[in-house]
């Protein structure tokens, strides 16, 4: 079916009609941090492909084994590999993990990103992103979550509605997505924290992996999916 390609004008009215309508279903959320930086970033790494329970375990057996930043970077690669087993991939986890330690050790001479508070958002993008296992996605999370910077993460779940939607278009990559997802909504980081969070929210509730369940969304009469998909009477 040919849909007509929408302004960026018009794709920005929508984004907004989005985040008041998510807003409304599933709150105002304070743009407080979560976890100290450090912590945030490692379980963020570990996150991947891993559900939150765990990634919470994984992330205490590796503490509860090492005791420390230091501990975790000095061990055993088998040791750190076989304490991140909840988690999935934990032998390309782990690796990842010891190099953010030995840069920050080479680097800074101390396991903290909290210098990442001072640097324009971009520098701190660059800086998250030339590791192993920091993606845009984990680096975005961190500055937003953390350090409160005008960023806009994009996860499984904000892609896949945002598309569903017809924010970005079919073949926008989630990379290519965190770029235009942010150049339509406000640069505000409150406003991007809770449309991340609320879009993640529908997205596991709502706007699910295979059939969405489109009877319980607020979205559908502006939603590109839903026009196309929605039930017709015989
Ligand atoms: S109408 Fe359906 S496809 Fe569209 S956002 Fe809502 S749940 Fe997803």
Not at 21 to 35: C, M, N, S
Not at 196 to 211: E, F, K, P, S, Y
Request: with cysteine.
């Amino acid at each position: 079916m040919a849909t007509r390609t929408a302004t960026h004008e018009q794709l920005m009215a929508k984004a907004l009609i989005v985040y008041e309508r998510l807003l409304a279903t599933y709150g105002d959320h304070p743009l407080v941090p979560r976890r100290e930086p450090m912590h945030e970033l490692i379980s963020t790494i570990l996150s991947h492909r891993t559900t939150q329970s765990n990634e919470d375990i994984a992330y205490q057996r590796m503490w509860e084994r090492f005791g420390s930043w230091e501990g975790v970077r000095t061990a055993p690669l088998d040791a750190l590999i076989e304490a991140l087993k909840p988690s999935n991939f934990p032998d390309v986890k782990a690796p990842y993990i010891q190099g953010v330690l030995n840069r920050l050790h080479k680097e800074r001479g101390e396991y903290s990103i909290d210098f990442l508070r001072d640097l324009p958002v971009e520098e701190g993008l660059a800086w998250l992103t030339a590791m192993s296992g920091v993606g845009i996605k984990t680096a975005s999370l961190v500055l937003l979550f953390c350090f409160s910077k005008p960023i806009m993460p994009v996860d499984t779940h904000v892609h896949r509605v945002s598309q569903r939607l017809g924010l970005i278009g079919a073949k926008v990559n989630p990379t290519a997505a965190h770029g235009v997802l942010f150049d339509m909504l406000p640069h505000d980081p409150p406003f991007l924290f809770n449309f991340h969070i609320n879009m993640l929210r529908h997205g596991q509730r709502v706007c699910i992996w295979g059939a969405p369940r489109c009877e319980q969304c607020p979205l559908t009469d502006v939603c590109d999916w839903y026009q196309v998909h929605r039930p017709t009477d015989k």
